[in-house]
């Protein structure tokens, strides 16, 4: 089963933006495994709170501007 997790900030996303990524990345797995991927593909998006991810020490926040607005 092809399986992708995807992380990205808590907001930062709408509900049609993930769907689709969903449908996106199902299609790239059919590309590369054919179409009897599709029914076993898996794609996991994960939101992740602010504060709750960083890098060399620098704690990420999302900007008001790149919130989803719905």
Do not use: C, W
């Amino acid at each position: 089963m092809p399986f992708a997790n995807i992380k990205v900030p808590q907001a930062a996303l709408t509900t049609a933006q993930k769907e689709e990524i969903v449908h996106r990345v199902t299609a790239m797995f059919v590309d590369y495994f054919s179409e009897a991927a599709r029914p076993h593909a898996m794609v996991l998006i994960e939101e992740v709170p602010d504060g709750g991810y960083g890098r060399a020490d620098e704690v990420f926040v999302i900007p008001d501007a790149y919130r989803a607005t719905s």
